[in-house]
């Protein structure tokens, strides 16, 4: 479709193209021919931009041209042979600016390079040029670069604009940047020119959307700061005056913005004023005075203009300056009395701000006609005094000329025609007069005295737009503002791409309409719109504008545009030439343009003295609007140029020569499909496109129709919907249910208007740069979602509010507030929509859903531009499916609702009111008694209605449809229709299913069943989510999620339901919660509680909830949970229908009792029975023992925090019966227990020194025994009592440790599927394995990767059917050790489990040495335990210490569970002591230091005595042979000898390798290092002998002796114990075996050695 070119940019096209023509002419009303040129280019043409005297272009493949005046070089470029700027080729160019003499570029790297006048610095400081350089010939790069962060960093522009003095360049982080000269930079400087870009902090931090400039002022459209600490809806767009809504205080403070003598910024008017009532401080008046050109600037010459008139000779007719400005320098000493000349730097003369005085009704002069016949006076008088000079110049000279630097308010140095002419003097070269300032300055405060408004502002305009304020004050920079996102910088983009993507909204993509303009620099003609023509040194924001949503900012020599999203134009500044399209009089406030009805305006450009836009008319080509300058003014000057008083009269006589209403150029209609307009001095150029196969056509004609849809819907919201939402009666009227719902239909409706403004916005932004956009990127393509949201929203609310009747109400309420004014109503309907009766309202309203027929259709025919197999086709087809889609769904809920509005008026009355909601919509109902209830009484009246969100039954006695007695209303979330089956009695039955209740209705024919029954499947599938279109009969969703409130008696009574359910049942996962607060969040089946789920129930006495989560059944707690009980006990383990039943942890509060306690262990029937470890955590006991009925029972041991160890039996709680009790100081005693610790009876105490006192005992053990026996002190020679000795001998009490935790492994084989041990199917096992698996994934959405990566390869199950072998064996043992560290698989719940009843019996208090048996056979058990279920999971394995085969014609492979040839030893230690042992290892190695803790002193000591000698001293004593004694060491590498001072030299791997053994935690591992301990030895011995060398034990032992005495390993006598009772039993006889012996022959020999 687009003939995209690709070639480098010096190929040459030979057809013209189609896109980018360029048409220019000079500036002319209708009432001359225009004289059109049109630019034949090889290339399209993307930007026109356009200075005083010249122009660029800018054409596809990045090629820059410039023609006209380009004094800088001394060339005259005539339009039809522009010159290619060859420096810029290959800089890939973007954007070009033109200012009043100078050029910039934009690449599209975002670099800055400018060319042309550098007088005033705005070319600034390039790399080739200095600070004298006049003038720049060739485009040079200008780096704008943020001094502020370190490092220095180059900004990225997107944007650029120029004046005449000054430039301004927009960043990617919209943040402004200005050069130059003059207050329009914005800048916080005295020094000028400005050679550097600065930031323009006053705008900093925030989101500039577009900059321009004109001769000496300037405008940035800036996105509005949202509203602080305000939640409410998106606001609504301020009507132009005040908002009845805001307070006197704020009426007051818009006029007390704007002080008597302080610019809005804050800075004092009476110190000194450069030019325009810019502000200086007396030190800025030096930097006024930087050096400028000398003589006058080259100009073009003019049409009339004698060759022989010099640009400042004067000679001519023109009543004006050689700058075209009238000078006030004669009037001044009618007014004060001083006769001084104000002149400039360069001898023009300084005007005074008086001429302006005209046009203010509130100005210094109380009487108007009093002020109109001085100026008039004033007028005559300096035409008198001064001759009229000749044509000379209609321009400012230059920059150095500075038309505005004196304080002025005449018309603009560019107009030709002025209402309040003057005479010029002849150049002078004297200084500013300052005291003329001054004096004039208080002149105009003594006559401004007791004005409200104390500027040169009309008061009556402050008044009209004080309500529109701002919302952020001037210079409060705030930072963090949203940024636009990064261009995309695929292709070269066009003049408007930067501004498009630049009002994008941050998130969104669409262009923002809370906007506001801001404005600075020089005001004599009130072209900054503040209201006064005062000038500006900082950034203000215009107050009128803010709320206007403007989209568009244009800058004139001394006027400036704003264009807003609703297609207005609002202008101000001079008006000298009616550039201002509203009037004669220059304004000094925003106001609208004049334009003709019917005309959107969508793109504006000013110019030197004229206007010109881009408009929207009655087809769908655009048209071209003019205002302004006629070029005849030019030729027709000399002949006007004597009539000096038509000169200085504003009357219609001078309508002849300038357009003051925007008018049609005839000649735009014969230039094409226009894309965008562009001024720049006298001349005017359009940028247009032809209608290549439709598509120019079709985009124009979608922009058009939605501009028009949002004019329609800003009117609407303006003139109908905000007058009677503000309305003060309108909810007496409506009434409150209809109310709510007109604000809500109010509220989608602005929402509907801002969406479609910002995409009436965003199309035209596309069409200012049709060439370089993708048709894919339009907004209804890419924000489809967004507008089907808005478009639904809007129907439903509109939908809504028919419903409920409000239209009939609202119509009686338009009628008394439209009053007479009923042609307001007429403007807003649309063709084909009469004015009469309550239907207009509603077709009205209705309109806006036309539109989404007309998306399809536009984007159906920009399809058909496109090749069908083309992505764009794809796009633009798919969606204009779904514009179509969408425009017939709502169409249909039109209908539903205009159905139902007919419904609920044809069955009015109180009854039926109850069931009339907003959302509901009638299906069908049967009032034609075409169903009923089966079984029906002859004398009830049943009635059916069927709703989209519910079917009603009514009954009563009486046959009629107003009235009933009773109704029942069915959710169809939660009703399940099935088709009942004819049978013999012949009846068109359908089953109607609801929660609580079931039903059968009765159709009259089979006609009659199937229409109920399509509509009630179509209905519930609607409901649910679905189409409602295609649903067969019976099949509607048998499962589905909803909710559901119970009624009926039951557990549920009263309950509110959200969940799933299954053909009428709670079935699922979901949520029911009951009116006394409880609540159950989980898994249901078949109507009850079943599977995970959390519950919440209410304590009402201790006022705190109790909490459980875990497993159900069957609706009661049953299962492995966790209950949180209201009085602080926390209770997790095995439930049984609601009961603690099986294994469980207990944890007490102090809340719940006087003392905190822990106890774990076995429960039947929620209460404590078998065996259980009781901590006693206030007293410090630990009770280890069997329970029955909540009471210790039984065998048990019990061990305080004092080291007091006791072992008996228990009775009803109590020590009752025979028992051992040792205290910490090894005294023991055995004998019968009456009470706890209390001794009664027989029994035998043994003190630690061996004495011994047996007889009869009485009292308790800690304050005092009483004692009748024999006390007996044995002899030194007497034989050991042995009898005596087994009395206190450990363990006789103890439950057997393969007794204590059978309630843990009762509950792994349960969570298997199976009753007892080993009794249950091994499939049901791997499928509840495979089950729990699958519920974790599916139910813990917040695993972690490692976790989910451990689930996924558990669900591969190794092959436990066939025999194991060496080949799979691996498989086995990994997928175990998978298993028991995933705490989701039984198995490894089993391993958690054991952990934590292990170290609840043997941590804190239970940190007993005595218990250090008990501790090493309860693991022992553990492994017992475990390889049974290894076995019934895998039954190919062998019993413990079995062997494993290798497989057939496998070769033998080595494993360290075994040694012997060809097999594989597993035993249970082997294969799950790994798994287990590392986790227990810290309480149990504890228990094992404490009982070595005698025999580690006497280690220890000796090893710190030992270690202080040297190596080969240690060596000697040790008797090991010299031989063996080690000559050299290795240190970093380097080899040094070993002498007799040398320490820790020797053997020093295997000391390092030996030290090893403290950091593993199995006995296999630390076997493994003792055996890499003596390689490592073996290594370092064998270069110092000779031939095969093999060890001897007389050898070997003191060697080993020497490494384990340098090893230093502490707790070793636990190390070698620890060993010793877990080793694995088949590796006890091998070479590991007798390298453990060597080990522990060291430690005794270490320990008791006597020569050591």
Not at 345 to 355: A, E, F, I, N, Y
Not at 771 to 783: A, E, K, Y
Not at 1372 to 1389: D, M, N, Q, S, V
């Amino acid at each position: 479709m687009e003939n995209r070119e690709d070639s480098p940019a010096y190929e040459q096209v030979p057809t013209p193209p189609e896109r980018g023509l360029l048409h220019i002419w000079k500036s002319a009303g209708p009432s001359e021919e225009l004289c059109l040129e049109r630019v034949l280019l090889s290339r399209p043409v993307l930007q026109v931009t356009l200075g005083e005297h010249h122009g660029l272009l800018l054409t596809q493949g990045s090629q820059v041209y410039s023609f006209g005046e380009l004094l800088w070089r001394d060339l005259s470029i005539p339009l039809s042979a522009p010159v290619l700027e060859e420096s810029l080729l290959g800089k890939s160019v973007v954007r070009v600016a033109a200012g009043g003499f100078h050029c910039g570029a934009l690449s599209e790297q975002g670099n800055v390079y400018m060319w042309g006048e550098n007088t005033a610095g705005q070319c600034g400081l390039t790399e080739k040029g200095t600070v004298t350089n006049t003038t720049v010939s060739e485009p040079c790069p200008v780096s704008v670069v943020d001094s502020e962060v370190v490092p220095p960093a180059v900004v990225r522009v997107m944007d650029l604009a120029c004046g005449r003095e000054h430039s301004l360049a927009l960043s990617s982080q919209n943040e402004l940047w200005a050069w130059g000269s003059g207050c329009q930079l914005g800048l916080v400087t005295n020094n000028f020119p400005v050679w550097r870009p600065q930031k323009v902090e006053h705008l900093a931090g925030r989101h500039v959307i577009q900059v321009a400039c004109g001769a000496y002022h300037s405008l940035a459209l800036v996105r509005s700061l949202l509203p602080q600490n305000t939640t409410q809806r998106p606001p609504e767009k301020k009507e132009r005056g005040q908002s009845p809504h805001s307070s006197v205080t704020e009426r007051e403070e818009s006029f007390a913005v704007d002080d008597a003598h302080y610019c809005p910024l804050g800075v004092e008017l009476t110190e000194v004023l450069i030019g325009e009532h810019c502000l200086l401080p007396l030190s800025a008046l030096h930097s006024q005075t930087t050096p400028r050109r000398k003589g006058p600037r080259r100009r073009l010459h003019p049409v009339g203009r004698s060759a022989g008139s010099s640009p400042g000779s004067g000679a001519g007719s023109c009543p004006y300056s050689g700058d075209g400005k009238s000078s006030t320098t004669q009037m001044l000493p009618q007014l004060d009395g001083h006769a001084d000349n104000l002149t400039q730097t360069d001898g023009r003369p300084v005007s005074h701000p008086l001429s302006c005085w005209g046009a203010n009704k509130n100005s210094a002069f109380p009487d108007e006609m009093e002020l109109q016949n001085l100026l008039q006076k004033l007028s005559g008088h300096s035409l008198e005094m001064q001759p009229v000079s000749g044509p000379g110049d209609t321009d400012s000279l230059s920059s150095q000329t500075s038309d505005d630097s004196c304080v002025s308010s005449t018309p603009s140095t560019d107009l030709l025609i002025s209402s309040n002419s003057g005479v010029s003097g002849p150049y002078s070269s004297s200084p500013v007069c300052l005291e003329e300032v001054r004096l004039c300055l208080e002149a105009e405060k003594k006559a401004l005295q007791g004005q409200k408004s104390s500027s040169l502002t009309n008061i009556h305009q402050k008044g009209k737009t004080a309500g529109n304020r701002r919302r952020s004050l001037p210079g409060t920079p705030t930072h963090g503002s949203p940024r636009r996102r990064r261009p995309c910088a695929c292709r070269p983009s066009s003049a408007s791409r930067t501004q498009a993507a630049a009002s994008e909204e941050a998130g969104d993509g669409l262009p923002s309409m809370e906007t506001e303009v801001w404005s600075w620099g020089r005001g004599s003609e009130g072209q900054l719109g503040h209201g006064d023509q005062l000038a500006r040194l900082q950034p203000l924001c215009i107050k009128s504008l803010t709320g206007e949503e403007v989209i568009k900012v244009a800058a004139g020599s001394h006027h400036s545009l704003a264009l807003s999203a609703q297609c207005k134009v609002y202008s101000w500044g001079s008006n000298m030439c009616g550039q201002l399209g509203h009037g004669n009089s220059p304004v000094t406030v925003p106001q609208q343009a004049k334009l003709s009805d019917g005309l959107r305006v969508w793109d504006v450009s000013a110019g030197q003295s004229h206007s010109l836009l881009l408009a929207d008319g009655d087809c769908v080509q655009p048209i071209l609007l003019y205002c302004g300058q006629h070029q005849d003014s030019l030729s027709g000057q000399s002949k006007r140029s004597h009539q000096s008083q038509r000169s200085c009269q504003r009357s219609p006589s001078r309508a002849e020569i300038y357009s003051v209403r925007p008018t049609l150029l005839p000649l735009c209609m014969e230039m094409g499909y226009i894309s965008s307009v562009r001024c720049g001095g006298q001349s005017c150029a359009v940028l247009a496109d032809q209608n290549v196969m439709g598509f120019i056509s079709a985009i124009h004609e979608l922009a058009s129709r939605e501009r028009h849809f949002y004019c329609w819907l800003s009117n609407t919201r303006k003139l109908l919907l905000t007058p009677l939402r503000n309305r003060e009666g309108v909810c007496p009227t409506l009434g409150e249910p209809c109310t709510h719902l007109f604000f809500s239909l109010c509220e989608s409706f602005v929402r509907l208007s801002i969406m479609i403004g910002r995409h009436a916005t965003s199309l035209s932004y596309f069409l200012h740069d049709v060439q370089g956009r993708d048709v894919t990127s339009l907004l209804l393509l890419t924000h489809t979602d967004d507008f089907q949201d808005i478009y639904k929203e809007y129907c439903s609310a509109l939908g809504n509010f028919q419903v409920m009747g409000g239209f009939q109400s609202l119509h009686k309420l338009s009628l008394e507030f439209l009053g007479s004014q009923r042609s307001m109503l007429a403007q807003l309907c649309v063709p084909n929509q009469a004015v009469s009766g309550d239907a207009d309202l509603v077709s009205l309203l209705y309109w806006p859903l036309e539109q989404l027929h007309q998306y399809s259709r536009v984007l159906l025919k920009l399809a058909a531009c496109y090749d069908v197999l083309t992505e764009e086709y794809q796009y633009l087809h798919q969606g204009c499916g779904q514009y179509e889609s969408l425009s017939l769904s709502l169409l249909r809920r039109k209908k539903e609702a205009e159905t139902t509005f007919v419904f609920w008026k044809s069955h009015s009355g109180k009854n039926t009111e109850v069931l009339r909601l907003p959302q509901r919509r009638v299906v069908c109902e049967s009032s034609n008694r075409s169903l009923t209830l089966q079984k029906a009484g002859r004398f009830s009246n049943h009635w059916f209605i069927l709703f989209n969100d519910a079917l009603v039954h009514t009954q009563s006695s009486i046959p009629s449809q107003n009235f009933f007695s009773t109704h029942h209303v069915y959710p169809l979330t939660c009703l399940w229709v099935k088709p009942v089956t004819e049978d013999t009695s012949g009846l068109y039955a359908i089953k109607i299913t609801c929660p609580e209740e079931s039903f059968t209705l009765v159709a009259s024919t089979p006609q009659e069943k199937n229409k109920w029954l399509r509509s009630l499947n179509q209905a519930v599938d609607q409901v649910l989510g679905g189409g409602g279109q295609g649903s067969s009969p019976g099949v509607t969703a048998i499962s589905r999620t909803a909710s559901y409130t119970f009624t009926g008696e039951g557990r549920f009574k009263d309950a509110h339901y959200t969940g799933g359910w299954l053909a009428g049942r709670v079935h699922g996962r979901g949520t029911m919660k009951w009116p006394d607060g409880r609540t159950y969040t989980g898994n249901f089946k078949n109507g009850l509680e079943d599977g995970y789920g959390e519950s919440v129930m209410p304590d009402k006495v201790l006022n705190k909830p109790d909490s459980y989560q875990g497993q159900w059944r069957d609706g009661k707690i049953h299962g492995f949970g966790k209950y949180k009980y209201a009085s602080g006990e926390v209770y997790e383990g095995c439930f049984y229908e609601g009961q603690r039943h099986g294994y469980g942890m207990l944890s007490s509060g102090k809340q719940a009792r006087t003392s905190s306690s822990v106890f774990i262990g076995q429960w039947i029937q929620d209460r404590k029975t078998g065996y259980g470890v009781y901590d006693d955590i206030t007293r410090g006991e630990k009770y280890m023992g069997m329970w029955l009925d909540d009471q210790r029972n039984g065998s048990a041991v019990v061990v305080t925090q004092y080291g007091v160890y006791f072992e008996g039996t228990f009775k009803e709680n109590k020590m009752i019966g025979p028992g051992l009790l040792l205290s910490d100081d090894d005294t023991a005693f055995h004998g019968d227990f009456s009470d706890d610790w209390t001794v009664n009876g027989k029994g035998v105490l043994s003190l630690a020194n061996g004495d011994c006192l047996e007889g009869l005992f009485s009292g308790e053990w800690s304050t005092g025994l009483k004692v009748t026996g024999t006390y007996t002190k044995p002899a030194a020679d007497e034989p050991e009592n042995k009898e005596r000795n087994s009395l206190f001998r450990l363990g006789q009490y103890l439950v057997p440790s393969a007794q204590r935790w059978g309630c843990v492994f009762t509950e792994c084989w349960s969570r298997l599927g199976c009753d007892a041990a080993g009794r249950g199917e091994r499939s049901t096992a791997w499928e509840n394995i495979a089950v729990t698996i699958t519920t974790a994934q599916r139910h813990s959405p917040n695993l972690s990767r490692s976790q989910s990566k451990a689930l996924e390869s558990l669900e591969f199950i190794p092959p436990q059917g066939e025999a194991v072998t060496t080949a799979n064996f691996d498989n086995i043992r990994r997928y175990f050790i998978k298993a028991c560290e995933t705490p989701i698989h039984p198995l490894g719940w089993l391993v958690e489990t054991l952990v934590t009843v292990y170290r609840m019996t043997y941590v804190g208090v239970g940190s007993n040495r005595r218990l250090l048996r008990q501790a090493v056979q309860e693991v022992q058990a553990y492994l017992t335990h475990f390889y049974c279920l290894v076995r019934f999971l895998f039954p190919g394995l062998p019993e413990d210490g079995g062997i494993i085969p290798d497989p057939p014609a496998s070769p033998t492979k080595s494993r360290h569970n075994s040694n012997i040839e060809g097999i594989v030893v597993v035993s249970c230690s082997s294969l799950l002591l790994p798994l287990l042992l590392p986790r227990l290892y810290p309480p149990l190695f504890t228990l094992y230091s404490l009982q070595e803790e005698q025999e580690e002193a006497q280690y220890w000591e000796r090893i710190l005595r030992l270690n202080k000698q040297p190596d080969q001293s240690l060596l000697s004593f040790l008797g090991v042979q010299e031989k063996f004694w080690p000559v050299w060491m290795s240190i970093l590498g380097e080899k040094k000898q070993i002498v007799s001072s040398s320490k820790d030299a020797c053997f020093v791997s295997a000391v390092e390798t030996l030290q090893q053994i403290s950091t593993t935690f199995t006995p296999s591992d630390k076997l493994m290092v003792i055996q890499k301990t003596f390689e490592e030895l073996t290594q370092e011995v064998k270069p110092m002998l000779d031939g095969d060398f093999l060890w001897c034990m007389d050898d070997l032992l003191p060697l080993f002796l020497y490494v384990v005495l340098r090893a230093r390993i502490r707790n070793l006598g636990a190390e070698v114990n620890l060993i010793e009772d877990l080793m694995d039993p088949n590796v006890q006889h091998g070479e590991m075996g007798l390298m453990f012996t060597t080990l522990k022959a060291c430690y005794i020999q270490i320990q008791h050695e006597s020569t050591l």
